[in-house]
């Protein structure tokens, strides 16, 4: 371990000075919703007129860009005195597929946190309300990289009613402990006992959305994915959940 000081982890705090809250979405596995939840949740947000930023730390597998129909390539961040995320939808997104565009970015280890703090230390997101985080599964670098550098965050947990997801989110929630705002039960076929309890052992909300099958070609379209059922229930359940976070805390 290096004695000097990584000049980025003092970046990094001064770049969040002027975020209100951090919001991250996380799960144990993948394919539950995490992408999807976050996005909807930041776009949400943006319409009820609160400054909203949208991260998406899963750096090697972006996906944020595909559900808000950003092309690779076709957007470049704002580079002054560090990079201004740009603004779609209501929401400035930051994503690492600004920089690969959309190649394959194989990295573990050392090659994730470095991403992740220069990600971290370069964008001025400048004042923002909420700043929605989405994950990659499990208890990866990048989480990691998050519980270092953010302390003070509220997230969501995001499962399925299968318990082979159930099982795993509640391990993760003891990495998370405290910190979890509220446990989303996504695609729910039905509320299985062991998700009420995961939610009350915690002392949060269980949010059941449902599955909805027109979220799939409502993909790469904000607009479209607004009007459908799952959209809706985001921001009944979710969103709300954030507002009332935020009045709680002036
Ligand atoms: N409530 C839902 N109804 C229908 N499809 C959903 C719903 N939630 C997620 N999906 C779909 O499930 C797949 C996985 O979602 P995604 O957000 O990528 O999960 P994760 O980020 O956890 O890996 C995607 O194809 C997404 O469109
Ligand atoms: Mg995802």
């Known amino acids: 371990m290096s004695v000097l000081r990584d000049p ?4 990094i705090g001064e770049r969040l000075r002027e975020v209100r809250a951090v919001v991250p979405f996380l799960s144990s596995k993948g394919g539950v919703g995490k992408t999807l939840v976050s996005v909807a ?3 949400a947000l943006g319409r009820r007129g609160l400054r909203v930023g ?3 730390l899963d750096v090697t597998n972006p996906t944020v860009h595909v559900v808000l129909g950003i092309r690779p390539g076709s957007l470049v961040p704002r580079e002054e005195y560090g990079v201004v995320p740009p603004e779609v939808s209501g929401v400035r997104v930051m994503s690492t597929v600004f920089y690969t565009l959309g190649r394959p970015a194989p990295l573990r280890g050392e090659g994730v946190s470095s991403a992740i703090r220069e990600l971290l230390s370069i964008t001025r997101w400048g004042p923002l309300d909420v700043l929605v985080v989405d994950t990659p599964p499990g208890m990866s ?10 302390r003070r965050f509220s997230s969501f947990l995001v499962t399925t009613p299968s318990r082979l997801s159930l099982d795993s989110t509640a391990r993760l929630a003891e990495l998370v402990a405290r910190r979890v705002a509220g446990v989303v039960l996504n695609m729910a076929w039905e509320v299985p006992e062991e998700a009420v309890r995961l939610a009350d052992r915690l002392s949060a909300p269980l949010y059941v959305l449902p599955y909805d099958s027109s979220v799939e070609v ?3 379209s904000p607009e479209r994915l607004a009007e459908t059922r799952f ?3 985001v921001d009944r359940y979710v969103a709300e959940h954030v507002v009332r976070l935020l009045q709680n805390r002036r």
């Open 218 to 220: 409502a993909l790469g």
């Open 41 to 43: 949740t930041a776009l």
């Open 231 to 233: 959209a809706r229930a």
């Open 54 to 56: 949208l991260l998406d």
């Open 8 to 11: 980025r982890l003092v970046a």
């Open 141 to 150: 670098d990048e989480l990691l990289e998050l519980l270092t550098y953010i």
